[in-house]
Nanobody, 124 residues
Framework: QVQLVESGGGLVQAGGSLRLSCTFSGRTFSSYAIGWFRQAPGKEREFVAAISRSGDKTYYADAVKGRFTISRDNAKNTVYLQMNSLKPEDTAVYYC?????????????????WGQGTQVTVSS
């Protein structure tokens, strides 16, 4: 069974940086596209970034483009989300999700497995 575990969240001041990790286990990691999503209090979950199975394609939400970078290390079964120039509006629970054998996508319902999330809080 696929398991996804997020880590690296925490409290940071505006303008600071955090690196989130998503560790995958249970199946062949390179068969899965990975996405990051986030959910702020009182809001719906939204797409943040995604990376293809080989890592050759990446997509970003407009709100994070130029500040966040998604990458993957297939040897370590891990996807990273480097977040720079953080803003208070980036405060949310961040989730990683895996999509089996499909093209990388920004659409939440197309992901098959989800982690439990990690809290990111950006203070002003």
């Amino acid at each position: 069974q696929v398991q996804l575990v997020e880590s690296g969240g925490g409290l940071v001041q505006a303008g600071g940086s955090l690196r989130l990790s998503c560790t995958f286990s249970g199946r062949t990691f390179s068969s899965y596209a990975i996405g990051w999503f986030r959910q702020a209090p009182g809001k719906e979950r939204e797409f943040v970034a995604a990376i293809s199975r080989s890592g050759d394609k990446t997509y970003y939400a407009d709100a994070v483009k130029g500040r966040f970078t998604i990458s993957r290390d297939n040897a370590k079964n891990t996807v990273y989300l480097q977040m720079n120039s953080l803003k208070p509006e980036d405060t949310a629970v961040y989730y990683c999700a895996a999509r089996y054998k499909g093209e990388v996508t920004t659409t939440e319902v197309e992901y098959n497995y989800w982690g439990q999330g990690t809290q990111v809080t950006v203070s002003s």
